[in-house]
């Protein structure tokens, strides 16, 4: 089993910066691969990021250029740097791992353990 915990939400104006942390605990051995995914009110669950042990880094289009995901294995923690934020980037957003490397890499249904989510607001 793990266990997730994310940290680092907020609220910032449009343009500012957030950087979220995930701490992952228990059987870390078996995160082969961890994303950040989010949702806003009435929308779906997206997938944002995504990285895996070997650090190669996957994101969303709606947010490449302006967001970077970062892992630090021996820590077992995963980051999410935020920059450049916009009103549509609010949202819960949530740390997930999985088991084994997919070809896919943000569809929430690959993913075997998830955070309890910490809440992004993006005033305009």
């Known amino acids: 089993q793990v266990q997730l915990v994310e940290s680092g939400g907020g609220s910032v104006q449009a343009g500012g910066s957030l950087r979220l942390s995930c701490a992952a605990s228990?059987?870390?051995?078996?995160?082969?691969?961890m994303a950040w995914f989010r949702q806003a009110p009435g929308k779906e669950r997206e997938g944002v990021a995504a990285i895996d042990i070997d650090g190669d880094p996957v994101v969303a289009n709606s947010v490449q250029g302006r967001f970077t995901i970062s892992r630090d294995i021996p820590k077992n923690t995963l980051s999410l740097q935020m920059n450049n934020l916009k009103p549509d980037d609010s949202g819960m957003y949530y740390c997930a791992a999985a088991t084994r490397r997919y070809t896919s890499w943000l569809s929430d249904w690959l993913y075997d353990y998830w955070g309890q989510g910490t809440q992004v607001t993006v005033s305009s």
């Open positions: 228990g059987s870390t051995y078996m995160t082969g691969r």
